[in-house]
């Protein structure tokens, strides 16, 4: 039976999951990490640096990295169909895995039988829903990269999908780690009572709007004000995107998206005892730690609640241009989601 979302699911979370991470920026904080068992790593598209990245960690590591015996074995490569900055990656990176002694697979399903792990790493949130189920039907851990999905409702039916095959699975930007998360879980401005965040905002045709690249701040804002947002405005420019959302304990969180002039990745924190600058970005470290703990023990570090909510607010945005900027209501949106991701069988 499937286990489906629902807007009660939706707003019962803790206010700030999933960031009480070690972020100082030293190599001994960031690789002093124990990793009990380790195993073999799969990942699904080869179209986004990411999946090079996440390779030359555990395959060619730096010195004082240790990964504990995880090390990339296999790699299905296909990724988008049309994107044309993601279909024209797919050569070059075939050969930067190949070189890090990654074999190249024809098929998911001979990938499955090569690896105990999955990194859903596709470029094209479209195909992440098609590409995940049967990942979940071999029982296999995944971590799914940037966006879960092209859609709420598909991003809805892949945690429905990971309940009813009872697969832990979970998604992350890597901005959820920037310099300044740490001290804010740690209570250093008291209680957080607003935040604005900002990314660069590049669009792709084929996602909503926030979904292609804004998701990098979005998730920012979700990881400093918890969730429970319950309604977007958005205003925007050819050069700019603004998106503002009230809680529903009356805090206000926003994201600027940037398209012109100089671009970076940030914000502020407006807390009870100070005001508090997001820093810089911290690289892959961090969340692949995160990852591979997820891996050894299935206990996500950021919940499903947290990750449909980011999108949520995404999918409202989108729903507030289209309405030009009037204000849309985070529960209309899961709901109709929700009825959607219900007719998707796995």
């Not at 939706?10 to 972020?23: D, E, N, P, R």
């Not at 001979?110 to 859903?120: A, Q």
């Not at 598909?154 to 945690?159: N, P, S, T, V």
């Not at 499903?304 to 729903?319: C, K, N, V």
Request: net charge neutral; charged share 20%; hydrophobic share 40%.
């Amino acid at each position: 039976m499937k286990k489906e979302f629902n807007r009660r699911d939706f707003v019962k979370t803790a206010a700030i999951g999933g960031i009480g991470l070690g972020l100082a920026g030293n190599a001994a904080s960031l690789y002093g990490r124990s990793f009990a068992s380790g195993g073999k790593i799969g990942i699904i598209g080869l179209d986004t640096s990411h999946s090079i990245a996440f390779t030359k960690a555990l395959n060619a590591p730096e010195p004082g990295a240790d990964y504990g015996g995880f090390k990339v074995v296999a790699a299905y490569p296909k990724g988008s169909n049309d994107i044309k900055s993601s279909v024209e990656r797919i050569p070059g990176y075939i050969e930067d895995v190949k070189k890090l002694g990654v074999e190249i697979v024809n098929s998911i399903d001979e990938l499955l039988t090569k690896v105990d792990f999955v990194l859903l790493e596709t470029n094209d949130g479209r195909l992440h829903l098609e590409q995940a189920i049967p990942v979940l039907k071999a029982g296999k851990r995944m971590f799914i990269d940037k966006p879960v999905a092209a859609s709420l409702s598909d991003a809805i039916a892949i945690f429905n999908a990971s309940a009813h095959f009872k697969v832990p699975v979970f998604s992350s930007s890597s901005l959820r780690y920037i310099t300044g998360a740490k001290e804010i879980s740690e209570g250093q401005i008291g209680k957080v009572l607003g935040a604005d965040t900002f990314s660069p905002c590049s669009l792709e045709k084929t996602h909503p709007d926030f979904f292609w690249y804004g998701i990098h701040g979005v998730e920012m804002l979700f990881t400093i004000m918890g969730t429970g947002c319950k309604s977007v405005t958005r205003v925007t420019t050819p050069d700019t995107d603004l998106a503002v959302g009230t809680w529903q304990d009356n805090r206000i969180g926003s994201y600027r998206g940037i398209r012109a002039g100089k671009s970076g990745y940030g914000g502020n924190v407006f807390g009870e005892k100070g005001i508090l600058a997001l820093g810089a970005f911290n690289g892959y470290v961090p969340l692949l730690n995160k990852i591979l703990e997820f891996f050894n023990t299935g206990v996500v570090p950021v919940s499903r609640e947290e990750t449909l909510d980011i999108f949520a607010f995404m999918q409202a945005a989108d729903d507030s241009k289209l309405a030009g900027g009037a204000p849309v209501e985070i529960e209309k949106v899961v709901e109709k989601a929700t009825r959607i991701a219900k007719k998707i069988s796995f």
